[in-house]
């Protein structure tokens, strides 16, 4: 399986930030396979956002569930994240990642991780 994220690599404070996860070698749908963003600020570790399952079911991180929503285009096999009012502290590479079986909150439990891609807040 590979993953590639792509987006804009500036937004400005207030702004909506919205991400894809171009995928191949497998299908999103594929059972028991779990669809994550996570990222990383500089300078700090990582962070679990959310993520989407095979079936569809979304799941937030607490701290972000008000401001990010994660879908998904089966036909296209894409993942999309969209995160809201933008903030400065929201500057991070952000990287897509799935694993199989089971639903984590722990990166280090991501099999299979993109690139990840730089995403600036500033005005």
């Known amino acids: 399986v590979q993953l590639q994220e792509s987006g804009p690599g500036l937004v400005k404070p207030s702004q909506t930030l919205s991400l894809t996860c171009t995928v191949s070698g497998g299908s999103i749908t594929t059972a028991s396979y779990y669809w994550s963003w996570i990222r990383q600020p500089p300078g700090k570790g990582l962070e679990w956002m959310g993520a989407?399952?095979?079936?569809?079911?979304?799941y937030y991180s607490p701290s972000l569930k008000s401001r990010t929503t994660i879908s998904r285009n089966n036909a296209k096999n894409t993942v999309w994240m969209q995160m809201n009012d933008l903030k400065p502290e929201d500057t991070a590479v952000y990287y897509c990642?799935?694993?199989?079986?089971?639903?984590?909150?722990?990166?280090?439990?991501?099999?299979?991780w993109g690139q990840g891609t730089q995403v600036t807040v500033s005005s």
């Open positions: 990642a799935a694993r199989e079986f089971a639903l984590s909150s722990n990166w280090h439990d991501y099999d299979y």
């Open positions: 989407i399952s095979y079936s569809g079911s979304t």
